[in-house]
C-alpha cells in the first residue's frame, strides 16, 4: 500500500459494523505505529489478508480508513485486531488515530477483499511488499503458524528508511529461532542517506532485488506463487520482472490499493 496516496477501495454503506475500543498501541517510529482494536462484543471473522475499515469519531462524523489486518485472525476474540498505520498529517484520520489514547471508542468496518492464500498450497511463497504493505502477509505468517500449518515463506520488504522496517524483530526472530520456515529479506532504498547510517544490508528498491533474490534462494518460476502489496507502481514493476524470469502470471496474486482518479492504464489489464 502507497503511505502517501488516499486509498481508493470503496467501503460500502451496508457493511456490518461493529463497535470497537482501542486497547492497545505500539510506537514503532514517530510516523509508524501498531494499534489494536477489540469488539465489544464476539469477534467476526476473517481470512488472513483482509482488510478492516477503522473509524474514529471527532467534529460529529465518522473518519473512516481501510487498513489490511496484521494480526492472525485465530486471536481476535483476546488481542483485537492489529492495524498497522503510517500517520500522513494530510490525511485526517491519522492525524486524529495519533491522538487517541487507549480506551477511546471507535468503529470496525468489514472485513473484505480477496487478497487471501490459496488452501494447501505447498509451494514456496514469496511476499513482496513496500512501507505498510507488509501487514497482510504478518497476518498470513502468524495465522498459518499457529494453525500448525507453515509454509516455506520469503518475506522481500522494501523501505526507505531501516527504521521503518515494521516487524524486522518479528521475523528476524523466526528466522533466527527456526520457528517458522522463513527467510527475511529486508532493502532500503535510500541507502546513502545518514538515516540509514550503519545499514549492511541489501540496498535498493524492491522492484530492483526481486530478481536477485529469487537468483540467490533459488526460486524457481514453477515452485513458487508470489503475493505483492505496496506502493502500486513497485507491484506492476514487480510483476513485469517475475514475467520475464518466466513466471506464469497466475503465479503472481497482487493487492492493488490505486490512488483516486490515478489509476494507470496498464492496471486494468495487469490486475487479478
Known sequence: MSDHLEDSRVIAEDAPQYNATLV??????????????????????????????AGVFADGKLWQRPYSVA??????GTDGYELYVRLVPV???????????????????GPKGRFMLEPDDHRTHLY?????????????????????????????????FADELGYRDVLEAMERDA?????????????????????????????AVVA??????????????????GNPEMILNVEGVLMR????????????????AKEPAAATAASS
Not at 92 to 98: D, I, N, P
Not at 218 to 229: E, K
Request: aromatic fraction near 10%; glycine fraction near 8%; hydrophobic fraction near 40%.
Open 179 to 207: 520457528t517458522y520456515p522463513l527467510r527475511y529479506v529486508p532493502t532500503v532504498s535510500r541507502p546513502q542517506d545518514p538515516r540509514n547510517g550503519g545499514w549492511a544490508g541489501r540496498a535498493g528498491r524492491a522492484e
Open 128 to 160: 513482496v511488499s513496500t512501507g505498510t504493505g507488509i501487514a497482510p502477509f504478518v497476518a498470513m505468517i502468524r495465522e498459518t503458524q499457529l494453525a500448525g500449518k507453515p509454509r516455506k515463506t520469503v518475506v522481500l520488504h522494501g523501505v526507505s
Open 71 to 76: 494480526s492472525a485472525p485465530r486471536v481476535a
Open 212 to 229: 536477485d533474490v529469487c537468483q540467490d534462494l533459488h526460486l524457481a518460476a514453477d515452485r513458487t506463487v508470489v503475493y505483492i502489496c
Open 24 to 53: 492497545r498501541r505500539r510506537d514503532h517510529s514517530a510516523e509508524l505505529a501498531s494499534f489494536w482494536v477489540k469488539l465489544d462484543g464476539d469477534p467476526v471473522p476473517f481470512e488472513a489478508g483482509q482488510y478492516m475499515t
Open 245 to 260: 524470469r518466466g513466471f506464469p502470471q497466475f503465479h503472481v496474486k497482487k493487492e492493488l490499493y490505486w490512488p483516486k
Open 91 to 109: 490525511i485526517r484520520f491519522t492525524t486524529l488515530l495519533w491522538r487517541l489514547t487507549e480506551g477511546a471508542r471507535m468503529r470496525l468496518i
